[in-house]
């Protein structure tokens, strides 16, 4: 007889998406024809740019022709990529060897995937908001206890607070921990870490042989040359920390899909030698994973051209402008927002007190406009709430005028 996997069932519902698109159904349905502005989504809008263009469509030629052709790749990416990210991250005073980088579809599935390499008796330490998918797939692994609606906690995971009085950037659990995962410049809060606080949990790491999985999806956001873009620009990150991005949020990709990983080889564990780790993830790739599309390939190392660096960072600009012209409008009104300086994502505390729910139908009726509540990324992100800054300009600046007007406050 089967059986699932009983660790799917403690999962809280997947609720937060569903439930915005029920009352944004529901809202429409009342007032037939009145346009919804959406601020809400964590998605590109913008094409892709020339140079990833001509890499994409090269790589389609090149796959029309008997003599060009190619069938699978190396399953860790090719080549020629890595050594491009090499000298990208060489770029900022980072060493890596192109083989401690593996490519791979796409941030996301490398988020989920990189705690199947750790054993199950891991302590597990998010950040309180974050990204639902480090949760998640340590609760599908059988990591947590259950889920407690109250608390909107799961027992046996450690959640370190993210909130205004810390900046949204925690300090290391009081704790031991043992897998420890930071996404910096954060999704939801858009807070970034210092160097002084990576290092703290570097420290940490390194001390209690714990693991920082770093999420750097955002990297290229950071405008504040200040501030780390990787985690590896910390002293001694190389011995406790993976570095998982992504070619979505930064050339565009979310649709054609490409990202990378880094497993130093110098990373060690409480029962491991330095290369055991990285020989691990290889095993699991190569195991699970048949290699990310050549053709994203070859749009990715256009996107790592001197053009396409140039072009990607225009793209970003635009964002970043959308980013400011919210900003710009929140603070008319007299509203505490975080974020959208180093990051697309502006966090605005919810007016009087309201929780994120009530400040999402408010703003919705009020203003027609949809964002995303807080408290779906975690118990700690209540009472606060997500804006996007990516979409057209045309639709930003619309949706921004609507909230300037019409928000009763
Ligand atoms: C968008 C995003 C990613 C990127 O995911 P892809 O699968 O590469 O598109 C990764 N992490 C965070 C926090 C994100 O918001």
Not at 141 to 159: E, P, V, W
Not at 300 to 316: F, K, N, Q, V, Y
Request: with cysteine.
């Amino acid at each position: 007889m089967a059986r699932i996997n009983e660790h799917y069932k403690k999962l809280s519902a997947g609720y937060l998406f569903p439930e915005i698109g029920r009352r944004m159904a529901a809202f429409q349905k009342d007032n037939p024809g009145v346009k919804v502005h959406r601020l809400g989504i964590g998605n590109t809008t913008e094409p892709l740019t020339p140079a990833v263009v001509e890499g994409l469509k090269e790589a389609v030629e090149k796959l029309s022709k008997p003599e060009t052709y190619t069938g699978y790749g190396d399953e860790q990416g090719e080549e020629e990529l890595r050594l491009a990210l090499a000298r990208f991250y060489g770029s900022r005073s980072v060493k890596l060897d192109a083989d401690e980088i593996f490519i791979s579809d796409g941030a996301k599935a490398d988020a989920a995937n990189i705690q199947s390499i750790f054993g199950r008796d891991n302590r597990v330490a998010f950040q309180d908001p974050a990204y639902p998918v480090y949760v998640d797939s340590n609760v599908i692994a059988g990591r947590s206890g259950s889920f407690d609606g109250g608390s909107g906690t799961y027992a046996g995971f450690l959640y370190m607070t993210c909130v205004a009085e810390n900046g949204f950037i925690p300090e290391p659990p009081q704790e031991k921990a043992d897998l420890i995962y930071i996404c910096s410049p954060n999704n939801p809060t858009g807070a970034v870490a210092t160097r002084e606080e990576l290092q703290k949990f570097v420290d940490y790491a390194r001390e209690n042989k714990a693991v920082i999985i770093f999420d750097a999806a955002y990297s290229e956001y950071i405008t504040d040359s200040s501030l780390p873009r990787s985690i590896y620009e910390v002293d001694g990150a190389e011995e406790c920390a993976v570095e998982i991005n992504s070619f979505s949020k930064f050339a565009g990709f979310t649709g054609v899909r490409l990202g990378w990983s880094v497993v130093p080889k110098a990373l060690v564990v409480e029962d491991s030698e330095p290369g055991e780790v990285h020989k691990l993830w290889f095993r699991r790739q190569t195991t699970f994973f048949n290699g990310a599309s050549n053709i994203a390939q070859q749009g990715g190392l256009a996107a790592l051209t001197d053009a396409g660096l140039a072009e990607s960072a225009g793209l970003i600009d635009y964002y970043m402008e959308n980013a400011a012209v919210i900003r710009e409008g929140l603070h008319q009104l007299g509203l505490t927002v975080y974020g959208g300086v180093n990051a697309p994502y502006l966090w605005l505390k919810a007016p009087g007190g309201l929780s994120s729910w009530d400040f999402f139908d408010k703003l919705l009726n009020e203003t027609q406009v949809v964002g995303t509540p807080g408290s779906g990324f975690g118990p700690s992100g209540e009472g606060y709430f997500r804006l996007s800054a990516f979409g057209h300009r045309e639709d930003i600046e619309a949706a921004v005028q609507s909230i300037v007007n019409n928000l009763k406050l």
